[in-house]
């Protein structure tokens, strides 16, 4: 039994919300970066809930097939995914920044939902969890859209913001977790880990530093 989990995640949030609970794990960067993006299109007529749950069930069957093909010894595996969405019309991360400008417009002034899938592999078994969180933007001006597009921010990131960073001041009101948002549920992450002696450790949050 090993005392590590893998991340299948290219996210530096994702990495430092697992280091704030203390969670002992190694990187897995997808091998094939074109494909993995390709796995985050949406099917037609395919929901925000349907979904991130399809992404992020096919990200963590790509992560555990790599293993072997590394090199990797086994290890449990967690894989995610967010998406952001209004009504039923899913917000991928911008592909420039007109698109960028596009989604921070739809947002302004209204409610949005967060969905987070986060799944885990270990041996033959496979759990699910998916967090929805429900934030409210404030009315935002053409001048704060430019600023914050030609900031970097919203670039990489569903929907085009970033709750942790500078967008935090335009959202109103935020309804679920926090950390959800951000791209890795922690309260759903912890019960999912908790039946893996000595990967996951409250008590030893930051160890992985």
Do not use: W
């Not at 995640?9 to 430092?16: G, I, L, N, T």
């Not at 007109?98 to 270990?122: C, E, F, K, N, P």
């Not at 109103?172 to 992450?189: F, V």
């Amino acid at each position: 039994m090993t005392d590590f989990i893998y991340l299948a995640s290219r996210s530096p949030r994702r990495q430092e919300l697992l280091r704030q609970i203390g969670v002992n794990f190694r990187l897995l960067e997808p091998l094939d970066l074109q494909a993995a993006e390709e796995l985050e299109a949406p099917l037609p007529g395919e929901s925000p809930s349907v979904y991130v749950r399809r992404v992020v069930r096919a990200k963590l069957e790509a992560a555990v097939a790599s293993l072997p093909a590394r090199g990797l010894e086994p290890a449990p595996v967690l894989a995610a995914d967010t998406t952001v969405a209004i009504g039923g019309s899913i917000l991928g991360k911008p592909a420039d920044a007109a698109q960028a400008r596009a989604m921070l417009r739809r947002l302004s002034g209204r409610r949005h939902r967060v969905l987070t899938a986060v799944a885990l592999a270990r041996g033959s078994r496979r759990e699910l969890a998916v967090s929805v969180s429900r934030v409210s933007f404030a009315r935002l001006s053409e001048a704060q859209i430019d600023a914050y597009v030609a900031s970097g921010e919203p670039f990489d990131k569903a929907g085009a913001y970033g709750i942790q960073g500078a967008a935090g001041a335009f959202a109103r009101r935020i309804e679920g977790s926090y950390s959800g948002i951000m791209g890795l549920p922690l309260y759903e992450t912890a019960r999912l880990l908790r039946g893996l002696p000595g990967v996951f450790s409250p008590a030893g949050a930051q160890r992985c530093r």
